[in-house]
């Protein structure tokens, strides 16, 4: 299989629901580290890399908060990053107002506040959203955790995702 050579940081509940089918699509705003503090969806193909920080239980709605559990208590060892998945982007869109926004309620697990917080976020901006088709890898990729991993930014360019080492 040919692997994306990109990663793709979200929260790891959100990366659960879209693994599971309860969520088919990818909000993003800008990110401090992103040129022009914008969110580029420059990437049809990207591996799904979990991330702990910033991760809100409250964020989901009551019926998928046990996501947010689960995510934790399946976090990798220290040092490590786990990878079980990854996406294709099949449409972008962009999106200017709740009204938007609401289209598409029942195609994510996050409580509506937490969208809305986005939304208002772009000062007049359009949040991007990416209606996405998500595949398991037959066997999952383990990573060490490296520096340039963490921060601030949307994409993490990986050197070669064949060279990680099956995830136990």
């Not at 890399?49 to 908060?65: I, V």
């Amino acid at each position: 299989m040919n692997l994306p050579r990109i990663a793709f940081k979200e929260w790891a509940a959100i990366v659960l629901a879209l693994e599971r089918g309860l969520q088919d699509i990818v909000l993003r705003r800008g990110e401090i580290a992103e040129e022009r503090d914008a969110f580029e969806a420059c990437h049809d193909r990207f591996l799904l890399l979990p991330t702990y920080y910033r991760q809100q239980r409250d964020g989901l709605r009551a019926p998928h908060r046990e996501l947010f559990v689960e995510a934790l208590r399946s976090q990798p060892p220290t040092g490590f990053v786990r990878i079980d998945s990854f996406a294709e982007v099949l449409d972008v869109h962009l999106l200017g107002s709740e009204a938007e926004l609401a289209s598409f309620t029942q195609r994510h697990v996050y409580e509506d506040w937490v969208l809305r917080e986005r939304l208002d976020a772009q000062r007049g901006r359009a949040l991007q959203l990416l209606e996405v088709r998500v595949h398991r890898l037959p066997i999952p990729l383990k990573f060490h955790l490296e520096v340039e991993y963490g921060g601030h930014q949307n994409w993490v360019p990986l050197s070669d995702p064949r060279a990680a080492t099956g995830a136990s």
